[in-house]
Structures are given as C-alpha cells and as structure tokens.
C-alpha cells in the first residue's frame, strides 16, 4: 500500500517546493513578488488611474507591501511601519484585520523592510532596534494569521538588516533566509542565516559568510568610518517620518538599503543569490543541513540593488555606478551588463525570456534579457523619462508596468502607452504589490495604502 502513496506524495512536495511556475498568478508573498524575487504578477491588468480605496495614514517608508491570505483565501495586504507595527489589512476595503506592534517600550525600532508569508499563511517580519550611537540590533519574528506571536529571534553578533526575509515551504519545513551584516564595525562581515520555523520555537540550522571582507586594505575602498556613515545614513532616510520631500519630486539622497536575497527553487538544492552592499556578489546553495557557497566575487565595497533570478537562471542586478549586471546564477560567468547611465537602486523586473525592466532614478529602461541590449521597437526608444526620483521598484503584470514615483505611472511593455495618476505622490522607497486579480497595491508619501482595480 505503501509505494501507491509515493508517487502523490513526491509530486506534492515538487509543487510545494517549486512554487507557482510561468504563466500562472502566484502570491505576492515575498518582497518583488516570489522567491526569486522576479516582480512579476501573470495575470491581465488594466490602468491604475483612480484607487478602490484608500487606508488611513501609517508611518510607513521602506517597507513594501506583501499579499497572504486568512482561512477563506480572501487576501490578506501585510506591511510594516517605522514605529514598529505590522499590520494587516483586508484588500476589500483596506480596513485593518489587525496591528501588532513589535517595538519594546521606550526603544527606538523600526521596520524596514517587507515580511515574507508562508503557505501556511504564517508572517515572518524583521525589525530593527537601534542600541546605540550606530549600532543597530535585527529580530526575526513570527506571527500567523490571527495575530499570535509565535516566537522572535533577536540575531547574534549584532546582526543588523535592512533586507527582507525570505520564507520557503516544503511538506517537511518552512526554511528561512536572511543577509546580514555581523560583527563589529572594524570586522563587520555579511552572512546568510538559515533558520527552520519549528512551530511555536526557532532553531538556526547554518550561518555561512559569502565572502571575508578586509577594511584594512589600501584596496579595500572602506573603513570602518565609511561603515558607520553608511548604515547612519540608511537608518536616517528610512526611519524619518514624513519622508524628506520637496515641491519637484526629486526627494532621495543617493543612499541603498541592503539587498534582499532571491532563492531559486526548482532543482534538487536550493541557490540563495545576493550582491551585498559589504564586498561580495555570489551564490550558496541548501542541501538540505548546511550551506556551501557555489561561487562569489569580491568587489569594492560597491551598493547594490536585490538581486532578481529568471526562469533560466539569469541573476541581474543594478549598481550605485549605474551598471545592471547579469550573472549565469549556477556558475556566475557574467552574460552582459548594461549602462544605465544613473544609480539603480531598485530591483529589476524580469518577465520570462523576453525582457528586464530597470528603474534608474528617474528613468525607466526596457532591456532584452537575452544580451541586455535597450529593447527599441517602432517609435519605442526603450526608456521613458519618469516625473520625480525614485528607489522603488517596478511592477509588472502580463500586459502593464506599474511605477512608484511622484505619481502613480502605468504603461504598457513597449512605454508607448502610459496613464498617470497625479494625485498620488509615492514616498520613493516602497514598492507595489499585485493581487492575483491584477490589483495593484502602493504606498503613499503620506502613509496611505491605496488600492488600484487592476483588472479591465
């Protein structure tokens, strides 16, 4: 009786483990969408013009929203704010199904980044303490979907980050991955930790630098100085509340938040890509009790955008210096890059085999993914020049792309046809959402969440 329950089994747990594929809508339950953070929704969606709804004011700035669900699969919209609170919304109307807050009393605590959700409908969120002048403390913690705090997990060795976490499910575990920086300032390192959700408790399975930094090295291009204005500055532009804005739109100082990992499913063991804001760009991989690192490359303290993994393996990111590079994600030989002229704080959006859309500052780029190449068609130059600067990064559905920035941009694949809405004034920093119906959930820079009907 035995063996006729394997086959079942071994193909529920390849679902549960690859996720969504290709062509189908997924959960936007993770920071830019899925796992391998692509930031792509495949459903038909229409122009985002007029909101549904919009919520009350939040402190909300880095933090973008994610998509779950409560028992009767009616979806769920999760964010953080900078006082410390995790709320969860109804996509109905945009009322609060519940808050939690996850500041200690009298401390200084912010979150920063987006929570990731489980397929158990379980949220996992980070946030970070300030402990001192420039020493910042990170806590992992879980909560399901009716509000229980289940456990935290305050980070060893001063680990601090401003990245998101990244949850994968399995019929045997719920696995998470998160990029931080430990140490002290004088030795500070990146690691990826590995934690298994063990219900009601944690346990850290493996920690595993991707590379070692030197900050004493003439060719090293920090000190211990540099770091400290660093992550001072990070900590500045996203825990100030209202965020720093003038009358043109042109808001943010040239300042990246550390990068999010992408974890790419689909293979017999699972590969964690990062570039890090520290000195390594490289790639681990999960054999089910410990990590290895498959391949890295050191760099010069260079800031990077998260790292966005394609269907066939192609890892891309962008840089302070404008470059957008790619990276065959098994054995990081470098395919192309490409000049985008201005810093890329925001993660790139890849659909398929067909294309990467890069926001840079105030520019939006259209590349072919085959060989990074501007992707030009009849009357289409493959850029578009947006209205005000902006760090958020794109969405994308089958048929649109949704930008953040001193108003709400939709424009279709080739950037010929656009909408604007100009009420809306993004904060910069938080990133859209899409419902699997093609909604479109975005943040203001007065804290509001505001619901777009995406479908036509």
Same mark, same amino acid.
């Given at each position: 009786?035995?063996?006729?329950?394997?086959?079942?089994?071994?193909?529920?747990?390849?679902?549960?483990?690859?996720?969504?594929?290709?062509?189908?809508?997924?959960?936007?339950?993770?920071?830019?969408?899925?796992?391998?953070?692509?930031?792509?929704?495949?459903?038909?969606?229409?122009?985002?013009?007029?909101?549904?709804?919009?919520?009350?004011?939040?402190?909300?700035?880095?933090?973008?929203?994610?998509?779950?669900?409560?028992?009767?699969?009616?979806?769920?919209?999760?964010?953080?704010?900078?006082?410390?609170?995790?709320?969860?919304?109804?996509?109905?109307?945009?009322?609060?199904?519940?808050?939690?807050?996850?500041?200690?009393?009298?401390?200084?605590?912010?979150?920063?980044?987006?929570?990731?959700?489980?397929?158990?409908?379980?949220?996992?969120?980070?946030?970070?303490?300030?402990?001192?002048?420039?020493?910042?403390?990170?806590?992992?913690?879980?909560?399901?979907?009716?509000?229980?705090?289940?456990?935290?997990?305050?980070?060893?060795?001063?680990?601090?980050?401003?990245?998101?976490?990244?949850?994968?499910?399995?019929?045997?575990?719920?696995?998470?991955?998160?990029?931080?920086?430990?140490?002290?300032?004088?030795?500070?390192?990146?690691?990826?930790?590995?934690?298994?959700?063990?219900?009601?408790?944690?346990?850290?399975?493996?920690?595993?630098?991707?590379?070692?930094?030197?900050?004493?090295?003439?060719?090293?291009?920090?000190?211990?100085?540099?770091?400290?204005?660093?992550?001072?500055?990070?900590?500045?532009?996203?825990?100030?509340?209202?965020?720093?804005?003038?009358?043109?739109?042109?808001?943010?100082?040239?300042?990246?938040?550390?990068?999010?990992?992408?974890?790419?499913?689909?293979?017999?063991?699972?590969?964690?890509?990062?570039?890090?804001?520290?000195?390594?760009?490289?790639?681990?991989?999960?054999?089910?009790?410990?990590?290895?690192?498959?391949?890295?490359?050191?760099?010069?303290?260079?800031? #990077? $955008? =998260?790292? /966005? *993994?394609?269907? +066939?393996?192609?890892? !891309?990111?962008?840089?302070?210096?404008?470059? &957008?590079?790619?990276?065959?994600?098994?054995?990081?030989?470098?395919?192309?890059?490409?000049?985008?002229?201005?810093?890329?704080?925001?993660?790139?959006?890849?659909?398929?085999?067909?294309?990467?859309?890069?926001?840079?500052?105030?520019?939006?780029?259209?590349?072919?993914?085959?060989?990074?190449?501007?992707?030009?068609?009849?009357?289409?130059?493959?850029?578009?020049?947006?209205?005000?600067?902006? #760090? $958020? =990064?794109? /969405? *994308?559905?089958? +048929?649109?792309?949704? !930008?953040?920035?001193?108003?709400?941009?939709? &424009?279709?694949?080739?950037?010929?046809?656009?909408?604007?809405?100009?009420?809306?004034?993004?904060?910069?920093?938080?990133?859209?959402?899409?419902?699997?119906?093609?909604?479109?959930?975005?943040?203001?820079?007065?804290?509001?969440?505001?619901?777009?009907?995406?479908?036509?």
């Amino acid at each position: 009786m035995r063996i006729f329950w394997r086959i079942p089994i071994l193909v529920f747990a390849l679902v549960a483990l690859v996720g969504c594929a290709g062509g189908k809508p997924i959960r936007w339950g993770h920071f830019h969408g899925n796992l391998a953070s692509q930031g792509v929704q495949q459903v038909d969606s229409g122009f985002a013009l007029s909101p549904r709804w919009i919520s009350k004011p939040y402190r909300i700035t880095s933090s973008s929203p994610v998509i779950g669900s409560d028992f009767q699969d009616r979806e769920i919209i999760y964010i953080g704010t900078t006082d410390g609170l995790l709320l969860a919304l109804r996509s109905e109307d945009g009322s609060e199904k519940w808050t939690l807050a996850l500041a200690d009393a009298g401390s200084e605590t912010h979150i920063i980044s987006s929570p990731s959700v489980s397929d158990q409908r379980n949220i996992y969120v980070i946030s970070n303490r300030k402990t001192g002048e420039d020493r910042y403390r990170s806590t992992l913690h879980k909560i399901d979907q009716f509000r229980n705090q289940k456990w935290s997990y305050s980070f060893p060795d001063n680990g601090f980050a401003t990245g998101s976490p990244k949850v994968m499910t399995t019929l045997k575990e719920a696995l998470i991955f998160v990029y931080l920086s430990v140490g002290t300032v004088d030795g500070l390192q990146g690691e990826l930790f590995v934690l298994r959700d063990e219900g009601n408790q944690v346990q850290l399975v493996d920690r595993k630098p991707l590379g070692t930094c030197r900050y004493d090295l003439p060719e090293s291009a920090a000190g211990s100085g540099d770091l400290v204005r660093f992550y001072g500055d990070t900590w500045n532009l996203v825990s100030k509340w209202p965020p720093v804005s003038d009358q043109s739109g042109v808001v943010l100082p040239d300042r990246f938040i550390d990068p999010t990992v992408a974890v790419v499913t689909g293979r017999a063991k699972p590969l964690i890509a990062i570039a890090d804001n520290l000195c390594s760009v490289g790639v681990f991989e999960w054999d089910g009790t410990g990590l290895s690192v498959i391949w890295r490359q050191q760099h010069r303290f260079e800031k #990077h $955008s =998260s790292v /966005a *993994v394609s269907p +066939n393996g192609l890892m !891309v990111f962008g840089r302070q210096d404008g470059k &957008v590079q790619a990276y065959d994600v098994e054995t990081g030989v470098e395919m192309w890059d490409y000049e985008a002229t201005q810093p890329v704080f925001s993660t790139p959006v890849i659909v398929e085999d067909r294309y990467v859309f890069v926001v840079s500052k105030d520019h939006i780029q259209v590349l072919n993914v085959s060989d990074g190449t501007l992707a030009r068609g009849d009357n289409s130059t493959g850029m578009l020049t947006l209205h005000g600067v902006t #760090h $958020s =990064s794109p /969405a *994308v559905t089958a +048929n649109r792309v949704y !930008v953040s920035t001193f108003e709400m941009l939709t &424009v279709t694949y080739d950037l010929k046809t656009r909408a604007h809405d100009t009420n809306f004034h993004g904060n910069g920093l938080s990133s859209p959402a899409i419902g699997r119906d093609g909604a479109v959930y975005v943040v203001a820079e007065d804290g509001r969440i505001r619901k777009y009907a995406g479908t036509e």
